[in-house]
């Protein structure tokens, strides 16, 4: 007898990040860490699954970004030289520290995973992270679903609705481009939601969305089931929403399982502990220190004396720890089930980065977790789809605004520090729309002005969609990459300035218009119409 | 599984964020951005703009510009350095009365400097829907200079959705079963979905439609059909044709709507009417 259902989501996105001018761009390592540690890792225990005939469910949404990025010719051939150089470090390593059997272990560990992720990524994969995501959805065990066309805060664009229009529209576009199948649902950037959304996004096909708490719990009238059920919006879209338990458990730093002195301390790594005449060669070459994903030490304790890490320990202890997990949800459920008249479906979203890169034993726990789920066929862990086939009557509410940042609304992308960039964003898509709607007639042939004229029309609606992007606000309050999420913002806006302007006087400078073709290539079958109030995709 | 042995040492140095967000676990502090030099944006973009955000539940966030052209189109001098900003709530009562003037009331004033800026202001109204204006005090009379754009919805309450109502959402077909629900008949939910799912964004229409589903409690299958019909009604663009169908409603409502065959019967009358160009009664809407 089902008690309940887990529904566990991993939101997978990065903000594009592409610089061939430079041979080495410490940004584009984002990338790098989030395959090597956390998507190509993350498959492979899937494809163990698959090995063990164990049975799964896992939804995930792909970011238009991070799906461009993993389709790059370019970026995914850097990304072959990070293993490269990667692996080849470790195999130093072991000459290093072969007298060492506590440090060997751990080096041997490395270079044994190093050669088994290039050898999945450029073998099985051949290359191309998005076979794998298509193989598991095409067995029905993962739901991919979309995100917005940039990660734009959709709330905060909303002054132009085209914009917000257009982040959906290209990111529905995207998806199909690259899965085949349209989106059943969407990761709303940074969980963030404005009353009226959903409206937008059933033009699009979308049939579900999810939410922070508190955008179903003060949702009006209040939900009977809190967020233990999915709940329809005005417009008939399934809303799910965070159970807050679930995600402390694995996100507080304090009690959270990745804290366990077992784990692999996240900190201590080679690239800062190492002399710098020996690691040189791994690091930023302009002698910035980086992280390299070589470390040695598991997180121990309170204290500076780290113990060396023990793969094997730490595994264990992911089972443990999901064994824990899955009785809290059987316990959870037991006591919410009284109150409803279904069992009680529990919404796990979580950064999917969290997992490998930053509680680096992540996929394992995973692994272990559905692993039991499945043995004990007490709690069912479901896609969206596949629970609102199970219960498609659902409570019609109004979501309250809100989204997943610090206080629970848009503060996070709406302050002090980054409220200038909302003037340009406005602005430049109030010009997109109308030059749109100007020229949304011209014919697509091979003249030359009309070929030109497209491009450049083109290459402005992608550099509006990169400014856009809601990485660069967020960045600029944390206070971390400050420097580089202005430049980009304003790298943007200056960019799009510029081609208007050419446009306008007729003065398009092609070789600047081909740099930013390549540099800033994302969306390669994009149509600017797709801005313009005559689009029927859009105005139906 | 004993408590005990999940207890953790807890995340040293920056630790992870409940609110997290993917990038923040790769950023580095060490990290750095070769590009020399600054790009160049845009300070203004010679555009009357006001604009209006929410920042969260207490806050709002106003930007504006104002060209000069503007200031001596409307007040006939460009030279002016101060002016008003304000803030209105739009009443709920607003959006489903057209009929009524229920006017918008200032929530919040303060006097800004310049011609082009942008300003926090704090106004506890908690997403209640509001616009705001920015202006010119002359002889204690504000002047509107610009209007912005509104944000914030309604919320449902006043539109009269009540706890028990539940409905399918798009993913499925009406065919689907899921067995009884108190407090609804199956054919209930089918209406209350279909007519959810074609709400528009014309509020009197919507609360309109909200009442009828009240109304509603038994349908037979000729209401259904009527249903059907409304809905292809519903899908024109012909303004007219919608006004009759608001009157339509309207009508049904006064009859008290619902029973058996009732539906189909009004229906017919309705399309008798706009078909020969006569009037619906006391409606005073001629075709």
Known sequence: ?540 | MEDALIETEGIEKGGIREDGHGIAFLVSDTSGYPIAGDYEIPVKYNADTIIILPVNEKKVYIYWELTEQLLIDKIQSSAAASFKVRIYEIPHARQIDYEKDYSEKEIYSTEVKGQYGQIFAECAAYFKPMTAAIGIKRDGVFHELLKSNQINVPSFRVLGLKEEFRSRGILHKWEQNEGEVIGQTETEIEVISRLLAMKSKDNEITGLLLRLIENIRYLSDEDKEALELIIGLFGSKDVRVLRLLIEFLRSLRIKGGGSGGSIMKLFGDFKEMSDSGGTISGSGINR
């Open chain 1, 1 to 540: 007898m089902i008690k309940g259902y887990w529904l566990p989501v991993l939101h997978c996105h990065l903000p594009f990040v592409k610089h061939p001018e430079y041979d080495y761009f410490l940004e584009e390592h984002w990338l790098f860490e989030a395959l090597f540690e956390t998507y190509l890792p993350l498959l492979m225990r899937l494809k163990r699954f698959e090995a063990d005939g164990v049975d799964f469910r896992l939804t995930v949404s792909l970011s238009p970004p991070l799906v461009e990025m993993l389709v790059d010719e370019y970026l995914m051939g850097l990304f072959i030289r990070y293993m490269d150089r990667l692996t080849e470090l470790s195999q130093k390593e072991m000459n290093r520290v072969k007298n060492d059997s506590g440090m060997l272990n751990v080096a041997e560990f490395y270079n044994k995973r190093f050669i088994e992720i290039r050898t999945f990524f450029t073998g099985e994969l051949n290359g191309n992270v998005l076979n794998g995501y298509k193989h598991f959805s095409d067995k029905g065990r993962l739901e991919i679903i979309t995100c917005g066309a940039t990660h734009g805060f959709l709330p905060l664009l909303r002054a132009n609705p085209r914009a917000v229009e257009a982040q959906i529209a290209i990111a529905t576009q995207c998806h199909y481009e690259h899965f085949g199948k349209a989106a059943a649902g969407i990761w709303l950037p940074e969980c963030a939601y404005y009353e009226g959304l959903d409206e937008i996004l059933k033009k699009y096909g979308i049939k579900y969305f999810f939410l922070e708490s508190h955008g179903v719990n003060n949702a009006v009238p209040k939900p009977k089931f809190s967020v233990y059920s999915a709940v329809n919006t005005l417009n008939g879209l399934a809303v799910f929403a965070r159970d807050p338990e679930t995600s402390k458990q694995v996100w507080s730093s304090m009690s959270g399982y990745p804290g366990d002195p077992d784990y692999r301390d996240f900190y201590r790594d080679i690239g800062y502990d190492l002399e710098m005449d020996y690691i040189k060669p791994y690091v930023s070459p302009d002698g910035n220190r980086v992280f390299t994903g070589l470390k040695y030490y598991k997180i121990t304790g309170k204290t500076e004396n780290k113990l060396p890490y023990d793969p094997v320990a730490a595994f264990n202890k992911t089972k443990i720890h999901a064994g824990h997990f899955c009785s809290s949800r059987y316990t959870q459920a037991e006591a919410l089930s009284s109150a409803m008249d279904r069992p009680p479906l529990m919404v796990s979203p979580y950064d999917a980065e969290l997992f490998g890169h930053w509680w680096f034993e992540g996929p394992d726990f995973l692994y272990h977790v559905l692993l039991k789920l499945q043995r004990d066929k007490i709690i069912k862990p479901v896609t969206p789809s596949e629970y609102l086939s199970y219960h498609p009557m659902n409570q019609t509410v109004a979501p309250s605004p809100s989204s997943w940042g610090e206080n629970g609304y848009y503060e996070v992308w709406l302050n002090n520090d980054n409220g200038w960039i909302y003037r340009h964003l406005h602005f430049m898509a109030g010009a997109m729309e109308k030059i749109a709607d100007e020229y949304y007639d011209m014919p697509d042939d091979a003249q030359e002005t009309n070929a030109l004229n497209k491009r450049v029309l083109n290459q402005m609606v992608r550099e509006l969609l990169l400014a856009q992007s809601s990485d660069w606000a967020f960045l600029i309050t944390q206070a971390t990459a400050t420097e580089y999420s202005l430049k980009r913002t304003k790298e943007h806006i200056s960019n799009f300035n510029a081609l208007l302007g050419s446009f306008k006087s007729d003065t398009v400078n092609i070789d600047f218009l081909k740099w930013l073709e390549y540099k800033n290539s994302i969306f390669k079958n994009l149509d600017f119409r797709v801005f313009s109030g005559k689009n029927k995709l859009i105005t139906d």
